[in-house]
């Protein structure tokens, strides 16, 4: 016989099969009925994916107003510093509250001091301000490390529970293997799914920053240019 034809035939008695016993067809699993099949292992990965949504948001909205940098603002300390209106200058800064406006502040004190006593007081600053930005950005490089081996953790505890029951089991067919694994396997596909999200959360405030950094130090240097010009 031909083999294709035995291939048909084989399909079509499979097909009739189906057919006559009347079974329901076969429910699509939804992602949430999914992720339900994780077990208790799933709360603490949920908690943690919150966790770094909100230090996300959080930091990122801090990280952000700290960046701003208005050039007028830079202007006008140049202008007042060049006039010699110093106090001028320190209120402004006070105003203004932004790290480079609290760097710029530190200098602005310290005037009448060596240049070097000076840019060491910015230099110190811009470290705690550079500090304030980097808070609890720790904490989503642990979330992105930690989550991963959460969800290995679920698997393997669910695979013991998955071959203790087939061991207890009078009948042991695919079906009970399989879904004792795939249910534990969800643990595993969320925790690197939320450890992968952490260390993109990271990556993008870590660049934030590093951009800061770069309009920080362009600031500084045109205040120390600033104060070997003399006063009008």
Not at 61 to 77: G, H, N, T, W
Not at 98 to 111: C, H, Q, S, Y
Request: aromatic share 6%; charged share 20%.
């Amino acid at each position: 016989m031909n083999p294709l034809t035995l291939i048909v035939q084989i399909t079509t008695s499979a097909i009739a099969d189906s057919a006559s016993t009347g079974q329901p067809p076969q429910e699509e699993l939804s992602l949430f009925t999914l992720l339900l099949k994780g077990g208790y292992v799933m709360i603490p990965l949920l908690l943690l994916s919150l966790f770094s949504v909100y230090l996300f948001v959080e930091r990122w909205l801090y990280i952000k107003q700290a960046s701003k940098l208005d050039e007028r603002f830079l202007q006008d300390i140049k202008d007042k510093l060049s006039k010699g209106n110093v106090k001028e200058a320190i209120a402004q800064c006070e105003r203004e509250k932004t790290p480079i406006a609290k760097m710029l502040e530190k200098g602005l004190i310290r005037l009448g001091s060596p240049i070097r006593d000076i840019e060491s007081a910015i230099e110190n600053m811009a470290n705690v301000q550079i500090s304030n930005m980097e808070k609890n950005l720790g904490l989503l490089g642990a979330i992105a490390a930690i989550a991963p081996m959460i969800g290995f953790l679920g698997t393997v505890t669910g695979m013991i529970k998955a071959f203790y029951n087939i061991s207890q089991a009078n009948n042991i067919s695919i079906g009970i293997i399989a879904s004792g694994i795939y249910e534990k396997m969800v643990t595993s596909a969320t925790g690197l799914i939320v450890g992968v999200i952490a260390h993109i959360f990271f990556t993008l405030l870590n660049n934030m920053i590093d951009r800061s950094i770069n309009k920080m130090e362009g600031a500084a240097m045109d205040f120390v240019d600033t104060l070997y010009k003399p006063a009008v």
